[in-house]
């Protein structure tokens, strides 16, 4: 088995990378899917959230209102690292069992946002990194995804730095281009990490 822990900065097209890799054959664990369950109604995960944050964090049903969680969070590192205490140690050990459930000889990709802000970096066989230009990924998190610009750079600002995350980097993608370019670059990982997987340790 190949660990593989990918990440990259918001906007930077993770998830694009990680459907390819999904298609490829990879065995694709994703935190921000595990870091919903986590805290979906009902899990003691969401009930340590309203005890940190208050009820105003819920929805008329019951569920976390996300949007109305990130923007107290990535507003205040210390309330940030007070929701990242909860969520990670949990989405941890759901991922750890994903894990240990997947063949012997698969390459196992840890879809990680925050692996550089939390430390995990060594946990893994390698490191990849979807790597973008601040610009591009303002100009994603506003054309795209609808943020204010005042809130994606703020999200950005939360988050480790490009420096900081290429300095963990044992393969990076460059995924500044269109879809095709990195349907090319994500072919190029997968021969290498499937040339990883067979070299002897």
């Known amino acids: 088995m190949l660990s593989v822990g990918l990440t990259g900065g918001i906007g930077s097209g993770k998830?694009?990378?990680t459907r390819r890799l999904d298609r490829r054959g990879a065995v694709v664990i994703d935190s921000d899917v595990l870091a919903r369950e986590v805290v979906a109604p009902g899990t003691p995960g969401l009930a340590a959230v309203v005890a940190e944050f208050g009820p105003e964090v819920l929805?008329?049903?019951?569920a976390l209102n996300r949007t109305r969680l990130g923007g107290i969070v990535f507003a205040d590192p210390a309330r940030l690292a007070a929701l990242n205490a909860i969520v990670h140690p949990l989405v941890?050990?759901?991922s750890t069992e994903?894990?240990?459930?997947?063949?012997p000889d698969a390459i196992v990709v840890h879809d990680i946002p925050l692996l550089v802000e939390v430390g995990l970096a060594g946990g893994f066989d390698v490191v990849v990194v979807v790597d973008v230009t601040e610009p591009v990924q303002l100009d994603r998190l506003v054309r795209v995804r609808g943020l204010a610009e005042a809130d994606a750079k703020a999200r950005i600002a939360a988050q480790a730095s490009r420096g900081q995350r290429l300095a963990v980097a044992d393969y990076v993608v460059d995924n500044n281009g269109d879809l095709r370019a990195l349907d090319r670059a994500v072919d190029r990982l997968w021969a290498?990490?499937?040339?990883?997987l067979a070299a002897p340790n």
């Open 15 to 17: 998830s694009e990378v």
């Open 59 to 62: 929805d008329p049903g019951g």
């Open 92 to 94: 941890r050990a759901r």
């Open 98 to 103: 994903l894990a240990a459930a997947a063949p």
């Open 192 to 196: 290498w990490l499937q040339t990883t």
